[in-house]
């Protein structure tokens, strides 16, 4: 039997209560993590996450991997992105986040330029790179409507 492609999948949590974020970890990593912790107070407290956010198994123009939450930027990738004087100039714009959404079976970047959708992987002529993310930088977080 012939192996398939898969996405590998992984994750990262939130745990507000000390305002910081976990390394990525693949399932069996979070499991073994979790099964080698030395007490119950230690399981528990790896247990305790606000927020899981998965991988969504695409990288950005830099190579770093994407995850739900992350904020990016927009890159130009055609010179009339860079002209001051298009009104639809999007260099430097910056999402509101990465996130998964049930209508559209996919991740989204929410860019909020027009209420335009980006389906993150599927369009090649915008390019992003992972700026920050929702909680650990929320100062990032696009203003414009």
């Not at 209560?17 to 979070?30: F, G, H």
């Not at 912790?37 to 407290?45: C, G, L």
């Not at 260099?91 to 959404?101: A, Q």
Request: glycine share 4%; hydrophobic share 30%.
């Amino acid at each position: 039997m012939q192996k398939r492609n898969q996405r590998e999948i992984k994750m990262r949590f939130w745990y507000e209560v000390n305002r910081t974020m976990s390394p990525p970890m693949t399932i069996k990593e979070i499991v073994q993590d979790v099964l080698n912790s030395s007490s119950d107070q230690t399981r528990k407290e790896k247990l305790s996450y606000n927020v899981e956010m998965q991988y969504t198994g695409i990288k950005d123009n830099n190579g770093k991997e994407i995850y739900e939450g992350d904020i990016m930027r927009y890159l130009a990738r055609y010179p009339k992105d860079f002209q001051e004087d298009n009104p639809h100039r999007r260099f430097g714009r910056v999402s509101n986040g990465v996130s998964w959404s049930d209508n559209y079976c996919c991740f989204l970047i929410d860019s909020t330029y027009e209420k335009e959708l980006v389906f993150l992987g599927f369009d090649e002529n915008k390019q992003w790179e992972v700026i920050g993310n929702i909680y650990e930088n929320p100062e990032l977080l696009s203003t414009e409507k």
